[in-house]
């Protein structure tokens, strides 16, 4: 085992350098989160501290398996063009966001990196579909299997999350409260969260209706679902199926790599 900190910028050069050259299969978690309003009680920062936390126990899991993992610093800005009109809706172009990450993926590539994963919590459409590119480009210019992304909603996890989720009313709604409370509970104002009443609005039918906007989908306060109903119990059980997800998906990757090159080296523990 590697002593090593999780936190990849908490490590000098020569001590990251070190970590490489050593580690088998080293793989780095990519936090990408945007800042973004989600409602008067959650912060901005909700999707980044939403993929932090997942990235951070996911890399705990992953040294536990035998596998070195390092978290990257978080990207905190994405497409947020849904949150126009409320104050702190902080939007980059898509192919801004894009460039980025290919940029960062090819350093990471570069300093000996086995695989990427970028690690989003951020559901907007246009986000979702540039990490899909991201992932593509990669593939194209680094070889298949370098880079990941799990999408919480895809059919084989989104299916084990809440049911909240699952009605795509969750906006800061119980779902996101209760990952928040469970990571950082000093960023919530409870009083503002236990007095909001629901806000039964689905995003994902809104978004198959053609509304580009949470004003337009009738979330006027920047959150849907319940969020006087989160827990932190909740949260806990919710980061249990996405460190799952981000686990499993970082070793579906790297074993597809090493199926790619059956000869370079040792399989993976």
């Not at 989160?33 to 996911?58: F, K, M, Y």
Request: aromatic share 4%; glycine share 8%.
């Amino acid at each position: 085992m590697i002593d090593a900190p999780l936190a990849l910028a908490d490590l000098t050069t020569t001590g990251l350098r070190a970590a490489l050259a050593v580690a088998r299969r080293p793989v780095v978690l990519w936090p990408v989160g945007s800042t973004e309003p989600h409602g008067p009680h959650l912060p901005l920062s909700t999707d980044v501290v939403l993929a932090e936390e997942n990235a951070g126990r996911a890399a705990e899991a992953l040294r536990r398996d035998g596998l070195f993992a390092l978290v990257a610093p978080t990207l905190p800005y994405g497409v947020t063009d849904f949150a126009a009109g409320f104050t702190g809706a902080v939007s980059v172009p898509a192919e801004a966001l894009i460039a980025i990450l290919l940029a960062g993926v090819a350093a990471f590539l570069r300093d000996g990196f086995h695989h990427v994963c970028l690690v989003n919590h951020h559901l907007e459409p246009d986000q979702l579909d540039a990490l899909d590119e991201v992932v593509a480009r990669a593939a194209a210019a680094h070889g298949p299997h370098r880079v990941s992304a799990p999408r919480v909603v895809s059919g084989r996890w989104g299916r084990r999350l809440t049911t909240e989720f699952k009605s795509g009313a969750c906006h800061a709604g119980c779902y996101e409260g209760s990952l928040v409370l469970a990571a950082r509970p000093e960023l919530v104002d409870r009083a503002a969260m236990a007095a909001l009443p629901p806000v039964d609005v689905s995003l994902s039918v809104a978004i198959d209706l053609g509304q580009r906007s949470f004003l337009a989908a009738g979330a006027d306060r920047a959150y849907t679902g319940r969020p006087a109903e989160a827990t932190a119990a909740e949260g806990e059980d919710t980061y249990r199926v996405l460190t799952e997800m981000v686990v499993t998906e970082v070793r579906e990757a790297v074993a597809a790599q090493d199926d790619d090159h059956p000869h370079d080296g040792e399989t993976p523990p």
